[in-house]
């Protein structure tokens, strides 16, 4: 069976831009998650999706968003660029609603916003 | 509201030795515990979970954690380490209770391991 795949893996921005990040899950899994990975803020949930639905929303503004379509994909998107946005962007698939069940997670998209 | 804190930001072992992992959490419920691994440029892959089931848990790669309720801790064990064991290794708390019924995942700052040959 597949695994999580992220597209692209390495991203160059400038900022001000917005950016789409996207994200396949694992067949057959419906929740998809959304992480940022910093040095100085670790691994921070940015908001998960389950069945085209937002069920939970981290501490980001609203400059951070997503959405996921009927075949589980899932894309995130954040405008306006920022200095601090450059991270490694984490996307995990889970069969059910995370919580409980495992995630399996992609390589990521490392972000640089110059 | 939950947390979890990893007591070591590096451990440094020799390859051969015993390795611990230390992760102490805060939840006011009866949480979800894991323990991920991190390879350089490599997404996180799943050690072992516990959900209220036997407080000894077993992973993958020869890990495994203990759930100790009146410690709070879930520290993650491995009884003779190899060089492929060289990561970093992150402890997560869910609990829906804690997150007014959703479960939203906190991770832990993350335990570099170092094994030496």
């Known amino acids: 069976k597949a695994g999580v795949t992220q597209t692209p893996r390495y991203l160059i921005k400038t900022r001000g831009q917005q950016v789409t990040l996207s994200c396949s899950p694992i067949?057959?899994?419906?929740?998809v998650s959304w992480y940022q990975q910093t040095p100085g803020q670790g691994l921070q949930f940015l908001f998960e999706?389950?069945?085209?639905?937002?069920?939970n929303k981290g501490n980001f503004p609203g400059r951070f968003s997503g959405r996921q379509f009927s075949n589980s994909r899932s894309e995130m998107n954040v405008s306006t660029l920022e200095l601090g946005d450059s991270a490694l962007y984490l996307c995990?698939?889970?069969?059910?609603?995370?919580?409980?069940?495992?995630?399996?997670f992609g390589p990521g998209t490392r972000l640089t916003v110059t | 509201a939950q947390s979890v804190t990893q007591l070591d930001s590096h451990v440094s072992v020799s390859e051969g030795t015993p390795v611990l992992l230390r992760c102490n959490y805060s939840?006011?419920?009866?949480?979800?515990l894991f323990w991920y691994v991190q390879h350089p440029n490599k997404g996180l892959q799943l050690l072992l979970k516990?959900?209220?089931?036997?407080?000894l848990v077993k992973g993958i790669n020869g890990f495994e954690a203990e759930f100790k309720k009146s410690e709070t801790s879930f520290h993650l064990t491995k009884p003779s380490a190899h060089m492929s064991d060289a990561a970093e290794y992150f402890c997560?708390?869910?609990?829906?209770?804690?997150?007014?019924?959703?479960?939203?995942?906190?991770f832990g700052r993350g335990t570099s391991l170092i094994v030496h040959p």
């Open positions: 995990a698939s889970s069969l059910r609603a995370s919580g409980g069940y495992e995630q399996y």
């Open positions: 067949s057959g899994h419906r929740s």
């Open positions: 999706y389950f069945s085209e639905t937002q069920r």
């Open positions: 939840s006011s419920y009866s949480p979800s």
């Open positions: 516990y959900t209220s089931a036997a407080t």
């Open positions: 997560v708390v869910s609990d829906s209770r804690a997150s007014g019924g959703s479960y939203i995942p906190t």
